[in-house]
């Protein structure tokens, strides 16, 4: 197994992205054995894959870096379809479970679980064959090419601290600009999204902190962390957006069939919303703390 730590005078990019082509690998290997954690483990893996190229972008040849990037993005899209039917299926579930036994009515467990199951099956079955094309093939090709000697633009390397940091602050400055269009804005769908925005931007901070972390490990570690308990916060709340959204066209769907019932759709929506009133009462204070000077102050440097 690679080492995730570069050594002195080593080029971190290259590390992070020769150590995230392994986990890709390993991931693989997990779908193709029939464990499920591997669609996540892929998925996570081609996430901070992504995030390293589009956060170093500056320092790479675009033609090439946004190619690999494109087509992340396909498998990304395919992952999705296996992993997002499964979360909102385990969610459902456990609201689900938390009911009293006559606040269920009707169908609801099927309509809602089973047949998000359903999609999810379906899904890993489009993950499967996936794996066994030729564009995929040659997407591992490209990228273990890219990690071994990435594509810099004359002048640029992953040696360069100093590019490597200015990176990283843009995207952390990038993250603050979002947290603050999107405290500003009423509840409602746009404030949703504009949360979500703020989530993807954090989680593209914890990820550059994770790829310097051979550079300055405390420091870089730290950050790490605290974007981490963003990301988590913001995580939540969207998935509470995108299952209160569900709910309640589902509960308008088939509330007026016959033999349903969109009380239980109402509970389960409401029981969403309030958990989106929590997170946006504990974010700020999270955020306080992933921005102090202290914990960014190696981006400084």
């Known amino acids: 197994m690679k080492s995730t730590r570069a050594d002195a005078g080593e080029d971190a990019v290259a590390v992070r992205l020769d150590t995230l082509v392994d986990d890709m690998a390993r991931a693989a290997q997990a779908i193709a054995a029939g ?3 591997g669609i996540h483990r892929l998925r996570v893996a081609i996430r901070r894959v992504r995030s390293c190229l589009r956060t170093f972008r500056p320092l790479f040849e675009r033609a090439r870096s946004e190619a690999v990037r494109g087509e992340l993005a396909w498998m990304s899209g395919v992952l999705a379809e296996a992993r997002d039917p499964e979360v909102l299926a385990r ?11 006559t606040e269920r009515m009707g169908p609801v467990r099927p309509e809602l679980v089973g ?7 379906r899904g890993r079955a489009n993950v499967m064959a996936a794996l066994q094309t030729d564009r995929y093939a040659h997407l591992i090709d490209e990228l273990a090419a890219f990690a071994r000697h990435p594509a810099y633009r004359p002048g640029r390397s992953g040696l360069d601290r100093r590019s490597l940091v200015r990176c990283a602050r843009k995207e952390v400055r990038r993250a603050g600009r979002l947290a603050d269009r999107a405290a500003g804005r009423p509840p409602g769908p746009p404030r949703d999204g504009a949360f979500h925005e703020v989530r993807k931007a954090a989680k593209r901070v914890r990820y550059a902190a994770e790829a310097l972390a051979p ?4 420091a870089a570690r730290r950050l790490a962390s605290r974007f981490e308990r963003i990301q988590d916060l913001l995580g939540e709340r969207q998935d509470a957006a995108v299952a209160r959204r569900f709910l309640v066209a589902e509960g308008a769907r088939v509330g007026v069939q016959p033999a349903h019932n969109g009380f239980t759709y109402g509970l389960l929506a409401a029981e969403e919303k309030a958990a989106m009133r929590d997170v946006d009462g504990l974010w700020p204070e999270a955020w306080r703390k992933a921005t102090r000077p202290k914990v960014r102050r ?3 440097e």
Not at 91 to 101: P, Y
Not at 215 to 218: E, G, M, N
Request: proline share 7%.
């Open 35 to 37: 464990r499920p954690e």
């Open 215 to 218: 550079l300055s490990p405390h």
């Open 115 to 121: 047949e998000r199951r359903a999609a999810a099956q």
């Open 298 to 300: 190696f981006l400084a």
């Open 91 to 101: 969610r459902l579930e456990r609201r689900l479970d938390r009911l009293d036994v």
